[in-house]
């Protein structure tokens, strides 16, 4: 059973440009979630997904981000006309169908996105 | 305003040494608290999960306590090694939802030889 995959690892773009994180959860888990990481800073919670719902985005910028779960593919996090402040590490992690009060959330390896 | 703190911020010890990292919060209604190990540019790797009628648990040399009546929790890591320089992560989940989280910024732990 693969863990959380996340693709690109790393993604350098241009300023004005959009980037594109993906994250494919972990075999039968329906629930995602998408963290920001600036250097030296924690992870700050964005967004949870589940499948074709966004149950909470309250993390979320009010602009330029947007998040889907499609029914069948990868979640993505999309940040249009980037600037130089969204350079960060992106993570994302899936949880199964919550099932109690102990429901674990497993994490991907990150996109690191650095825009020049 | 769900908050969680960590103690100390930064930590070096030497290897084979014992340390105690802490972590503070106001999360509620309590729900679950986690202890990650996230390595330099790796995603975390959870160590320890606890839920509310839970006080302690052991994950090899990593033994987290938990206390819910002045909602503390730490983290002890006995005979280190120096794969354990990384980052220690405390999460409180206030629902049963685990991926809605407030986490804390992290203890960076260096172990020197």
């Known amino acids: 059973n693969a863990g959380v995959m996340q693709n690109p690892r790393h993604l350098v773009r241009r300023r004005g440009q959009e980037a594109r994180l993906r994250c494919s959860p972990m075999?039968?888990?329906?629930?995602v979630y998408w963290y920001r990481q600036l250097p030296e800073e924690g992870l700050k919670f964005m967004v949870y997904?589940?499948?074709?719902?966004?149950?909470?985005e309250s993390g979320m910028p009010k602009e330029r981000f947007s998040a889907e779960f499609p029914k069948e593919g990868p979640s993505i996090l999309r940040i249009q006309q980037v600037v130089r402040g969204d350079s960060a590490a992106y993570f994302c992690?899936?949880?199964?169908?919550?099932?109690?009060?102990?429901?674990?959330?497993?994490f991907g390896q990150g996109t690191r996105l650095t825009v020049v | 305003k769900n908050q969680v703190e960590q103690s100390p911020q930064s930590l070096i010890i030497l290897e084979g040494k014992n340390c105690t990292l802490q972590?503070?919060?106001?999360?509620?209604?309590?729900?679950?608290l986690r202890w990650y190990k996230q390595d330099t540019g790796r995603g975390p790797v959870s160590l320890t999960i606890?839920?509310?009628?839970?006080n302690t648990k052991s994950n090899g040399r990593y033994t987290a306590t938990l206390d819910a009546d002045t909602k503390q929790s730490s983290l002890h890591i006995t005979a280190s090694q120096l794969s354990d320089s990384a980052s220690y992560i405390c999460?409180?989940?206030?629902?049963?939802?685990?991926?809605?989280?407030?986490f804390g910024d992290g203890t960076t732990l260096t172990v020197k030889p």
């Open positions: 992690a899936s949880s199964p169908q919550n099932s109690g009060r102990s429901t674990e959330a497993f």
């Open positions: 075999k039968g888990h329906s629930h």
């Open positions: 997904l589940q499948k074709e719902n966004i149950i909470d």
């Open positions: 972590c503070n919060y106001t999360v509620s209604p309590f729900s679950n």
């Open positions: 606890m839920t509310f009628s839970e």
């Open positions: 999460v409180v989940s206030a629902n049963t939802n685990a991926g809605k989280s407030t």
